[in-house]
């Protein structure tokens, strides 16, 4: 089984603010709060014909950015087994 792409989305300032990745990737988040679509950039129709907001990130890779991924992820890891 090939072993997934870890990302980091960073959702700061209430949206997407940045997304970590190790390597090239493009990504879509959708949201059909209420609150979320009033206020969105760009809204769009989702399949079952609801309005929905809409972000795009297209993130390319640095460096700093596989250094922050492995940090959240290792840190979510030690947080886990602390709370069992």
Request: aromatic residues 8%; without cysteine; proline residues 7%.
């Amino acid at each position: 089984m090939k072993t997934p792409m870890r990302v980091v989305i960073d959702i700061s300032r209430g949206s997407l603010y940045y997304a970590y990745a190790p390597e090239p990737f493009e990504v879509i988040l959708i949201s059909n709060d209420p609150d979320d679509v009033a206020n969105a950039p760009l809204s769009v129709l989702a399949p079952e014909g609801h309005e929905v907001a809409i972000y795009q990130e297209i993130a390319s890779t640095a460096a700093r950015d596989v250094a922050l991924i492995d940090h959240y992820f290792a840190a979510l890891a030690e947080a886990e087994k602390s709370s069992r």
